[in-house]
């Protein structure tokens, strides 16, 4: 049946070819007639019912046919409904069966089914990953990703040691998608079992290293979800990071900025500061000003999260200068959609209430449209009072009048406040809006009036002069207002400044003695306090009110009114039957009552400086939220600034040590030391070009071995000088050049030749050079001028392997181009490694986390045993450049090493002599391989020279 | 960072869902719902909701609520740019975001949420990527697919992009004819006080492209004025260096429509707004129950152009009942559940002398109700073809890289942005 159409899905039986009125009972055999053509109808059609069994059974039936077609319709349904929410666990077994499926879309919507239902179905689900591990072994990059992302995904703790597995493999894959999917998988491991931290430590260290755009801001993710604070780990990678920035996908350029935020602040010193001790010198750590200025243009992103990123980074890291780029950026941002418009909005609101004169430029942007949502309304109000100054105060002041009379009475009301605001922090405009404000209360708003009086009130508390009229005025106003907070604000008003309006006070009370009982609690509340205030103050008019007050509360329904006409009776109104304690607190009532009080303060939500990094979730909701890495401060002294550095210029002073001992062998090498220009700028520390370590003994009891003193030291042995022929001088008349590896580890990935150039001619030979055909790339010799015969010249070279073992083409001329003949040269995989020197616990680690297909395993040559142990050593030494590991077992030998490319792989090798074994661990399983059959014959070379 | 994703539409009805850590119960979203029913209005919600153990980020976009939920701290505007992101991919596929579109096409959108995120990290969100691993529906192709006997959606192969160091663009372009849209739209935003001042203006514009061309074209955009534009962003493939100093856009670009850069325009001194307005709105009257309305526009549109598609909206108080008016041109519309006039003029010839249309009559207003004692906004919206307010305009558009000649096309519109007349 073809693809072309799809059924609805009430009568899937159709798509069998199967007649409909069977279809509830022939559900297994779908081997029907299939010669007719389904009717089109749409794939993934919005009518999906809710699970029925029996139809999940046609599902099931489908899902089992030999047809693509079916099972992908099938799985089409499954997913629509997953979608939806519905649950279609009961499908797990025959979906999963499907996993092989050839069809790519077939298998994608297995994988998509896969992760969503294997927690709550782990036994099945393990039928699935054979399959993925195959597929982890598939020539196209896709496949191999996306069998890594689905295995990671499965949350099934039993498969975490072939999820490790696969993500070790996967981080040294040769295509950059599949890493950036391991990078990825870090998280989901980590989550399922936080115990695999330190493996997957060494994992991130070695995505960070990456130098691919798209591996870097994953593997900073990872980094970030793991261990943010192993800074360490970025020292060496900073420089990188801040080249390839630019050019990394948007959402990893927020997560690698967010990162280095909290770089900066640990390891440079804070510039503002700095400005301040020694003024004009350039303060800044060329490193720090790097990253500024590789961050800059990524103010320009599309992508506002950028924006932002770039903005805190400035705001937390950069010299104050800059703060003006800063808010221009941001308030573009504004522009965006709402939603990102009310986050900026509520940083930029944190940024005016601690720095307004960064923003007064601004101000027109924050005026408030009538379209704005309501939260981003309020926020705007809030940014204009912060920014309100003396001089922008008559502009503003009929900006916010303007809003006083919008239809949004929330925005009305906040703005009431704004103004209040704006008269409590500019003292000077305090008049001018009180007058505003009194003239706001003939509005017929009620809310914007109770909100006047509110702000009023507070005003008025500050205020020192003389407000009576104000006061009558808002105490004639009181009958009109229903709000019971606008009218509770009045009543305290009366009552605090009752001395000055002697006459309206006792009438209102009176008034309200009338109301009490239909008053809410707030007003009651005020009721009382004005009565007895009153009751102090013009005890001959007041004195009955406030009895009849006291006592209609006294019996009220609320126990915080019935609290406080009990708490204040006997002040203001004492009983004369009890004389003594009473009378002395009345003669201080009046202080206690009318004591002067303090003045609301009225500030913005951020008046105090957030401690949260500017633009993250926490500082947004004002909250701590896990995960959230606070923001360091600054340090007080200098961090030390080189380990930044990639290019060191002398080698690691441990290892210096180890080779110094190598006597007879110094002078040399302090000749040779001057050639390489650039050291090995890796953290194990090159070795030198003669006097590389070699085995330690641990059979100190035989006295044949000259090294059996030292047991545990690093000893030297000259290296293994194998000469290789590169052009003999019967195929070069006369022209013969040999190399050796001197086995020098250069920077990034290349590989120290050492040529010997010798004239078996008769005549001399001018101008010999060496140069590149093709293969990997070669640093040429320095051309030789002149050869006279007879003689021999050395040259180094340096060829970019890496750790592949492509040969390198040549092209050899001599007298002045009259001469040419063609060589390569191919590097045995010995040569292309690095010792690294360890403990034998590290080696026991991290050969232990490279098994299975990592490791290769094989017998010992027959031959081994005849050799002793140094010997055995030195035959390793010379087929592979790699340090033997000091403390392993006795019967077993060691030896640890890297290869050299820019990306060092761990090779680990393992002599058992008990059990004749001979194990390589090395993550690429072809160098694996290959060096375990180069080791094998070379011991067996050694043992036939014996 | 984000752990599951739902869409939600007007009716509080949660139609996708899509998790990508441990399953989160759609109970979540309770928390959204009394967002929901405490905002009057869907654009009200606030876009980052906090719950006891989790968060809510959501956007609002096409009668849809696309709601993330995170657990720990993320930067909150990487997660909102990514549901906008999202949209547009939705967009980008199926032509428009809406319910239906998105519950037509569940499976690829199922199948797209499942690329865009990994593990709750942006995997793939360039949909010139996207589009090479799931194909979007189209007509023609499902008909070759059929004879064919091709049956999958999905692509079995990386897209190269990925791996190339342009990895906006497509591999392996080629049309039969080659061309290149440039839309150079600038919107005012812009608030007029009550005398006809203007309170704040601003222009900002954008070029959206629509590129179709073959192979590996290296483009370079220069503008007459480039002083003008102010405040940049700029897609990615847009060289920082060369804007920096010629102020010209280089770039190699992606395969199909997609916006090369936003801009603010600088606009030093009085920005002429096209067209001018006068109104009386009162909600009082002596006579009985009634309001008074009555809008003038006055069109001032920049020589030999028109105001094209002017509509005014003023959303009036709960008090307003309805409205019994009488338009000159064009006609109007009152709408009783939100309270909204709509006067959509249509589009303006100033060369007729058609003069200046006006809309009047009375407000009918609610019988009880206090007279509202506020004064509503009214807010216009308009386009002007073939002019940019700022001035900008494009010089000219080289191609580098390839042999052919490509079809060049230029448009300027100009609308109205936030444009708001006080009363």
């Known amino acids: 049946m073809s693809n072309g159409g799809f059924q609805p899905y009430n009568s899937p039986m159709d798509q069998l070819g199967l007649p409909p009125p069977d279809h509830a009972s022939s559900t297994g055999s779908q081997d029907g007639d299939r010669g007719t053509r389904s009717s089109a109808a749409d794939p993934a059609g919005s009518a999906f019912f809710s699970g029925d069994f029996k139809k999940h059974d046609d599902l099931r039936a489908m899902l089992e046919s030999s047809k693509d077609s079916q099972k992908l319709e099938a799985m089409r349904r499954i997913i629509a409904m997953v979608a939806k929410g519905k649950d279609c666990s009961d499908l797990f077994p025959s979906v999963v069966k499907n996993v092989v499926s050839k069809n790519s879309e077939v298998k994608k919507l297995v994988y998509v089914y896969l992760t969503r239902y294997a927690e709550e179905q782990q036994d099945l689900a393990l039928l699935s990953i054979a399959t993925f591990q195959r597929a982890l072994k598939d020539p196209n990059q896709l496949i191999r990703a996306s069998a890594l992302r689905v295995l990671t995904s499965i949350r099934v703790p039993v498969i975490l040691p072939i999820q490790t597995l696969a993500l070790q493999d996967a981080v040294s894959d040769m295509s950059a998608y599949v890493r950036k999917t391991a990078a990825l998988a870090i998280p989901k491991i980590y989550s399922l079992d936080p115990e695999t931290k330190p493996q997957l430590m060494g994992v991130i260290e070695k995505l960070l290293a990456d130098k691919t755009t798209l591996v870097v801001g994953v593997a900073i993710q990872a980094f970030e979800e793991i261990c943010p604070n192993r800074i360490d780990l970025i020292h060496k990678n900073y420089r990188k990071l801040c080249e390839l920035l630019a050019d990394v996908q948007d959402w990893g350029q927020v997560v690698i900025i967010n990162m280095l935020t909290r770089y900066v602040r640990t390891q440079f010193l804070d510039p503002a500061q700095q400005n301040q001790k020694q003024e004009r010198q350039n303060p800044l750590d060329p490193d720090h000003e790097l990253l500024l200025r590789t961050v800059r243009p990524l103010f320009q992103s599309q992508n506002a999260a950028v924006v932002m990123a770039v903005a805190q980074l400035y705001y937390h890291c950069a010299p104050p200068g800059y703060m003006n780029i800063v808010i221009r950026h941001l308030v573009r941002l504004l522009r965006a959609s709402p939603e990102v418009q009310s986050c900026v909005l509520t940083s930029l609101s944190a940024l005016s209430a601690s720095s307004p004169h960064l923003l007064s430029g601004h101000l027109k942007c924050f005026y408030i449209h009538s379209t704005d949502s309501s939260s981003v309304k309020l926020v705007k109000l809030d940014i204009l009072t912060n920014l309100a100054t003396d001089s922008n105060f008559p502009v503003l002041l009929r900006e916010l009048q303007a809003y006083v009379s919008s239809p949004d009475s929330e925005l009305a009301s906040a703005a009431v406040r704004a103004i209040g605001r704006c008269a409590s922090q500019l003292p000077d405009t305090t008049d001018t809006c009180l007058n505003n404000l009194v003239s706001l209360l003939a509005k017929k708003d009620e809310s914007v009036v109770a909100e006047a009086i509110v702000v009023i009130k507070k005003l008025l508390q500050v205020q020192t002069s003389d407000h009576s009229h104000m006061i009558v005025d808002l105490a004639r106003l009181v009958d009109g207002i229903a709000i019971p907070r606008a009218r509770a604000s009045i009543l305290w008003l009366i009552g605090e400044y009752c001395d000055r309006i002697p006459k309206i006070a006792p009438d209102v009370l009176r008034k309200f003695a009338k109301s009490f009982l239909e008053e809410e609690d707030q007003v009651k509340l005020q009721i009382v306090n004005l009565a007895a205030k009153l009751c102090v103050c013009n005890p001959k008019q007041a004195r009955l009110l406030a009895q009849y007050v006291l006592n209609l509360a006294k019996y009220d329904q609320n126990y915080d009114i019935r609290d406080r006409s009990r708490f204040l009776r006997p002040l203001v109104l004492p009983d004369p039957s009890v004389a003594e304690p009473t009378l002395l607190a009345g003669k201080r009532v009046k202080k206690i009552l009318l004591a002067p009080k303090p003045a609301p303060e009225v500030q913005s939500r951020f008046a105090e400086k957030s401690p949260f990094q500017l633009g993250s979730l926490s500082h947004l909701l004002n909250l701590r939220l896990p995960g959230y890495q606070a923001l360091p401060d600054w340090p007080a002294e200098q961090p030390d600034s080189s380990v930044r550095a990639v290019a060191a210029p002398a080698p690691a002073p441990s290892s210096m040590a180890a080779y110094s001992r190598g006597g007879p062998k110094e002078q040399k090498s302090k000749q040779k030391q001057q050639q390489p220009a650039e050291a090995s700028l890796l953290d194990f520390g090159p070795t030198n070009p003669t006097a590389a370590p070699a085995a330690p003994s641990k059979s100190t009891s035989r006295p044949v071995d000259p090294f059996g003193l030292m047991p545990d030291d690093l000893l030297l042995l000259p290296t293994p000088n194998r000469m290789y022929s590169l052009v003999n001088k019967y195929s070069a008349s006369g022209l013969q050049v040999d190399y050796s590896f001197p086995r020098t580890c250069l920077a990034s990935g290349r590989i120290a030749l050492s040529l010997v150039f010798t004239n078996h001619s008769s005549a001399a030979m001018r101008h010999v050079t060496l140069q590149h055909a093709a293969g990997p790339a070669l640093q040429p010799p320095e051309p030789i001028d002149t050869l006279e015969p007879g003689v021999n010249t050395t040259r180094q070279a340096e060829v970019a392997w890496g750790d592949s073992t492509t040969a390198c083409q040549l092209l050899l001329r001599w007298d002045n181009g009259a001469q040419e003949i063609r060589a390569s040269v191919q590097p045995p995989v010995g040569e292309l490694l690095a010792p690294v020197t360890m403990s034998a616990q590290q080696f026991t680690a991290e050969s232990g986390k490279l098994k299975g297909l990592n490791e290769e395993k094989g017998r010992l040559p027959e031959a081994a045993s005849q050799l002793s142990d140094s010997d055995l050593a030195e035959a390793v030494r010379s087929s592979a450049n790699l340090v033997a590991v000091s403390g392993a077992p006795t019967g077993q030998l060691w030896f640890a090493g890297r290869s050299c490319a820019s990306r060092p792989i761990p090779v680990y090798v393992a002599l058992d002599r008990q059990a004749n074994l001979l194990r390589v661990h090395c993550e690429q399983m072809t160098l694996g391989s290959v060096l375990h059959r180069d080791l094998c014959s070379g011991i067996a070379a050694a043992a036939s020279k014996k | ?423």
Not at chain 2, 28 to 46: A, L, Q, R
Request: hydrophobic share 40%; aromatic share 8%.
């Open chain 2, 1 to 423: 960072m984000i752990h599951s994703i739902f869409f939600i539409n007007n009716s509080g009805d949660i139609f996708l869902e899509k998790h990508y850590k441990r399953v989160i119960p759609k109970s979540i979203c309770d928390y959204f719902f009394e967002e929901v029913t405490k905002n009057s209005s869907p654009e009200n919600v606030p876009p980052i909701i906090q719950t006891p153990n989790h968060i809510l980020i959501s956007i609002y976009r096409a009668q849809m609520h696309f709601v993330a939920v995170c657990k720990s701290e993320v930067p909150p505007l990487f997660v909102i740019e990514f549901l906008h992101r999202l949209a547009d991919i939705i967009k980008d596929y199926f032509d428009e975001v809406s319910e239906t579109s998105i519950k037509d096409n569940v499976v690829i959108v199922y199948e797209l949420l499942d690329e865009v995120l990994d593990n709750g990290f942006p995997l793939a969100t360039e949909s010139n990527i996207l589009k090479e691993l799931i194909r979007p529906p189209n007509l023609l192709r499902s008909l070759a697919d059929t004879m064919t006997g091709r049956n999958s959606t999905v692509s079995a192969t990386l897209p190269t992009g990925q791996l190339s160091n342009i990895p906006w663009r497509r591999s392996g372009v080629k049309y039969a004819n080659n061309e290149a849209y440039f839309d150079i739209v600038e919107e005012l935003d812009a608030i007029v006080d009550k005398f006809g001042g203007a309170v704040c203006a601003e222009v900002h514009g954008s070029i959206d492209c629509l590129i179709k061309l073959s192979g590996v074209p290296d483009l370079t955009l220069s503008f007459v004025n480039s002083r003008l534009i102010e405040d940049a962003s700029l897609h990615p493939c847009v060289r920082h260096r060369r804007f920096e100093v010629e102020r010209l856009l280089s770039f190699v670009p992606p395969d199909g429509g997609f916006r090369l850069m936003a801009y603010r325009a600088s606009c030093h001194g009085n920005l002429p707004v096209p067209l001018d307005l006068r109104h009386t709105i009162s909600f009082k009257q002596a006579s009985g129950n009634s309001g008074h309305l009555e809008l003038t526009v006055i069109p001032r549109p920049p020589s030999g152009r028109q105001l094209e598609d002017l509509v005014l909206t003023v959303p009036m108080p709960r008090a307003v009942s309805g409205a019994s008016l009488v338009a000159s041109a064009g006609k109007y519309s009152y709408d009783t559940a939100s309270r909204t006039l709509v006067w959509t003029v249509g589009r303006l010839d100033s060369q007729k002398g058609a003069g200046s249309p006006t809309l009047c009559g009375t407000l009918v207003m609610q019988t009880g109700a206090p007279v509202p004692d506020c004064r509503p906004s009214i807010l216009v919206s308009f386009s002007i073809t073939g002019w940019t307010i700022s001035g900008l305009k494009v010089n000219r558009l080289d191609l580098h890289g390839e042999k052919y000649k490509p079809f060049k096309g230029v448009k300027y519109v100009t609308k109205a942005g936030k444009l708001e007349f006080r009363t």
